[in-house]
């Protein structure tokens, strides 16, 4: 198997760099013989790393001990599915699973492109050629997932228990899909500017792709934090951890290229600033896993190191040149079309949404590679932790907020005085009295209050568009309300669907805010012994320790601190929280303890509040053996379920805006016409 | 609660059930129950239980040293702050000796800012979550928001030119095309694929 899949990554790797080589020299001298021969090299590249992937879950499900990477992620005891997930537990099989999923959006882009669009396949496959053979060439160069050990262990050493959590074994795929997907739009974007059809074609061949890319991003990140929440124990789910601002930077390109594009299609401007940001998105992908994998800043997510750094880094300072150099060359053609008619308009309230998200990300990636500047610059190591972060970019993420609530109240064009009032008047309304509603019940949190109020206010924006759209359809097609949200929803997706991801946004804004009232105590408690803690929301919880249970489980000894919960004097149920000890075998067929016990939050969760139990060790007894008197910590947090419900909303209303078919009405094109679009025909030159 | 709402509430918490699930695999039953000995229970299996867990003092719970403590970052390689490390990573040994630290100074009568100094003369300025905002590190407070501020200013003002220069010239009465097929001239063929163009869009 090992030979099979060896081979076939060097077949792959040929025929990425053949199919480089030739779509390029294809597409160049307009060869239609040389752009077929590609697009089956496209299949066969998958193909091939199909096999090799199948290869190494062969040897990960047979327990091939004598594979290095299978030894050093599973064991004869790993239950079935973290064998599954075992594949992407380490750098090379990461590498991998990078390749492979490249190799299937790769084939789906040549299979899935309309014919209006297939002169820019030949370029597209060249670009995804190049970066699977860069891809390949890491893994059969310097991290070969198939390298094996001069012996054949008994056991293997078994993976790491935190990523033996259900949430792990989706979330890394699912980042995966995301980052590797913006490898297409930022292919068609090189194919437009080889080609130099810079017309709103290539935006076109792209919208499904790039919001596919962000709905994978959009969901990977929140399974990360939901799994950083119940499996770190730390009672939050964001630290601002370098890993974590890896998979941000990209998701906050992408956004903000999601609304700039609407400008480029519906007024021809911001062509420019577009390819820039779709390569942007690319890069910083790539710079993630540079991030990830290079070891160069510190982080918490220190399962996948190794030397592979160079390489990123090289291929980004490499391609990025070339990107950046071919649209220096090609900055001519991307003049827009007409010029910005008002500071008061929805272009402009675009373009200033568009400053907000890239700052953020500029932001963030400043505040992680910080350390290294300051420690180039002054000599003096230093550490930028979460309030660094949090006094930086909690003031861009309210104004973000605010835009995406003011956005959608500006016409395009020209907004008047009167339009503007309005407009405002109703989401104005819902955010004040929300604000001063908080202020009455005693909040004083400031940045609590804003995030509040600004949500308030954007779901006013949000129930406005709504309402008057639904009403208007209920008056001239004499339909009931819910009959009319459908179609609403169903004639024009992108702008409703859209407005639904801003549910979803507002509703992760409430679900930060919360954080600024989490209650947390420390008690250390014996059998029949109980604590109290009071949340936010005012109720009394009464925690009593039932005591410590020990029993074996699958792979691992588990010692669990039960804990009875009663809030306001009614029962709330029974919560465990767990210690748990990993182990392998011996050739003997002795147990060997593997890694550190790990710790399993107990967590009861619901719309208000969660209550979040750790159990922190067990408390030496008179004899100085563990007994069953626990140390426990206890959170109450606040509104944590709103963020899962925000995305949610996220994934819904992603869904929505590209959901097949043909929505548009008679009347969105003809608005389209009046707002002064004009489209580049095919072939015709600008 | 109404017989309705609750039946909402149920039907919202399953449909979110996938999401917001607790942790199920925390609250399986055990398979071969180990039973206690002692007044407590002294627990039988006494290696798995990992680190024993120290006991709990009223300074552990006092909000001014968890303050303190989240801005002072741990000894250990973990990136953390002493406050989380010791409440979250259990295997450390250097957050607990942090605390305990830290817990005697209180109780000597030092200030939050004396402790903090006695931390980063220590340990060096990394010792602090967050730089403090003085000489070189200015720039790391700043420069982001400068750079959004710089960049919304130029907007503004590059826009607002391009606006008055565009309303001089009249030009969304009478947009110039140039180059491009006008939509009242275009051909059957090209209104056609503009058509479908447009109905892309939607």
């Known amino acids: 198997m090992t030979l099979l899949g060896t081979f076939s990554l060097w077949v792959a790797l040929l025929l ?110 060249g670009v995804t050629s190049a970066v699977q053979a860069f891809f390949v060439l890491t893994m059969v160069a310097a991290a070969n997932p198939f390298d094996r050990l001069p012996y054949t262990p008994f056991d293997g050493r078994g993976l790491n228990p935190q990523l033996q959590n259900v949430y792990m074994t989706i979330h890394p795929p699912m980042l995966y899909f995301g980052y590797i997907s913006t490898t297409i739009p930022f292919a068609f974007a090189i194919a437009a500017l080889l080609q130099g059809k810079l017309d709103t074609g290539w935006i076109h061949a792209i919208r499904k ?33 370098p890993v974590e601002n890896a998979s941000l930077l990209p998701w906050l390109t992408m956004t903000a290229f999601l609304h700039s594009v609407m400008i480029q299609e519906k007024r021809g401007m911001l062509k420019r600033w577009n390819v820039a940001l779709v390569a942007a998105s690319f890069f910083l992908t790539i710079f993630g896993t540079f991030i990830t994998r290079s070891g160069v800043i510190q982080s918490v997510h220190s399962f996948a190191q190794s030397n592979v750094g160079t390489w990123f880094l090289s291929f980004l300072i490499v ?54 500047i300051s420690e180039w610059v002054t000599g003096t190591k230093i550490t930028v932790g979460v309030p660094f972060f949090n006094r930086v970019n909690a003031p861009l993420g309210l104004g973000l907020l605010a835009l995406t609530g003011i956005g959608p109240l ?10 503007l009032q309005r407009q405002f008047i109703f989401p104005v309304i819902t955010g004040v009295s929300v604000l001063g509603a908080l202020l009455a019940a005693g909040m004083r949190d400031g940045y609590a209050l804003t995030s509040f109020a600004l949500a308030a206010f954007t779901f006013g924006t949000i129930v406005q568009e709504y309402g008057r759209g639904v009403r208007a ?22 702008r409703y669907g859209g407005y639904l991801v801003h549910v979803g946004v507002l509703l992760y804004f409430v679900g930060f805010a919360g954080q600024a009232f989490v209650v947390q105590k420390q008690a250390n408690l014996k059998p029949g012994e109980s604590v109290t803690l009071k949340s936010p929301f005012g109720y009394d919880y009464t925690f009593t320790h039932l005591g410590i249970s020990q029993y074996k489980q699958a792979n691992r000894m588990t010692s669990a601190a039960s804990t009875r919960i009663t809030r306001a004097g009614k029962p709330h149920g029974v919560m465990t929280s767990e210690k748990r000890q990993h182990f392998t075998t011996d050739a003997s067929g002795n147990e060997v303890p593997s890694f550190e016990p790990s710790t399993e939050i107990g967590l009861r969760t619901d719309l208000r509040e969660d209550v979040y139990i750790v159990f922190a060790g067990a408390i030496r007894g008179a004899d100085g053996l563990p007994s069953e008197e626990a140390s426990y910590r206890i959170n109450i947090n606040p509104l944590v379920m709103w963020v899962w419900i ?14 097949p078919g043909s929505g548009a009405t008679a009347l969105a094109s003809e608005r389209k016409g009046e707002g002064g679009y004009r489209v580049a025909m095919a072939g015709a030159e600008p | 609660m109404t017989g309705r709402r609750a039946w909402l509430r149920t039907a919202v918490l399953a449909g979110l ?34 680190r024993l867990g120290e006991r709990t003092v009223p300074l552990d719970n006092d909000e001014a040293i968890r303050k303190l403590e989240l801005g002072l ?119 056609e694929r503009l058509r479908r163009a447009m109905a892309d869009d939607a």
């Open chain 1, 319 to 372: 391609a990025g040149i070339l990107t950046y150099t071919l649209l220096y060359v090609r900055w001519p053609r991307l003049e827009p079309e007409v010029p910005l008619e008002s500071m008061v308009s929805r272009e402009a309230a675009f373009l200033f949404n568009n400053v907000i998200l890239v700052g953020i990300a500029f932001s963030v990636l400043w505040g992680t590679v910080f350390p290294i």
């Open chain 2, 73 to 191: 970052k741990c000894p250990c390689p973990c990136g953390l702050d002493i406050y989380t490390c010791r409440t979250t990573d259990f295997t450390c040994t250097f957050s607990p000796e942090s605390h305990k630290e830290i817990m005697g100074y209180v109780q000597g009568g030092r200030s939050a800012d004396e402790i903090t100094a006695i931390f980063v003369e220590k340990y060096g300025e990394k010792a602090l979550m967050a730089p403090k905002a003085e000489g070189f590190n200015l720039a790391g407070y700043l420069v982001p928001g400068i750079a959004v501020l710089m960049a919304g200013t130029v907007l503004t003002l590059v826009l607002q030119r391009r606006a008055r220069v565009a309303a001089a010239a009249g030009a969304f009465a009478a947009p110039s095309n140039a180059g491009l097929p006008q939509v009242g001239n275009a051909t059957p063929d090209e209104l």
């Open chain 1, 410 to 419: 500006i016409a395009w064009r020209k907004a008047s005085a009167a339009n």
């Open chain 2, 17 to 50: 059930a996938p999401l917001g699930g607790r942790v199920l695999a925390a609250q399986e039953p055990g398979l071969i129950p180990l039973g206690g000995r002692g007044d407590v229970g002294a627990l039988a299996d006494t290696f798995s239980v990992g």
């Open chain 1, 473 to 494: 359809r209920m008056r001239m097609h004499r339909e009931d309300v819910f009959t009319a949200i459908g179609r609403l929803v169903a004639r024009n997706r992108r």
């Open chain 1, 209 to 241: 792709w790039t919001i596919t890319s962000w709905i994978f991003l959009s969901v990977a990140i929140t399974l990360g934090m939901k799994w950083a929440y119940v499996e770190l124990g730390w009672g939050g789910y964001w630290a601002w951890d």
């Open chain 1, 16 to 125: 990425s760099v053949w199919g480089t080589v030739f779509a390029f020299a294809g597409g160049w001298r307009t060869r239609p013989d040389l752009a077929r021969t590609i697009t089956r090299s496209v299949h066969a590249v998958f193909a091939c790393v199909l096999v090799a992937s199948l290869a190494l879950w062969k040897g990960i499900i047979s327990h091939d001990f004598n594979i290095e990477y299978v030894a050093a992620y599973t064991s004869r005891n790993l239950p079935g599915y973290y064998l599954f997930s075992a594949f992407w537990a380490g750098q090379r099989g990461s590498l991998l699973l990078w390749s492979l999923v490249l190799a299937i959006f790769a084939s789906l882009a040549q299979l899935l492109t309309g014919r209006r669009h297939a002169q820019m396949l030949p370029y597209v496959a």
């Open chain 1, 646 to 659: 925000g995305c949610l909303f996220l994934f819904i209303g992603g869904i929505i805006t590209m959901w």
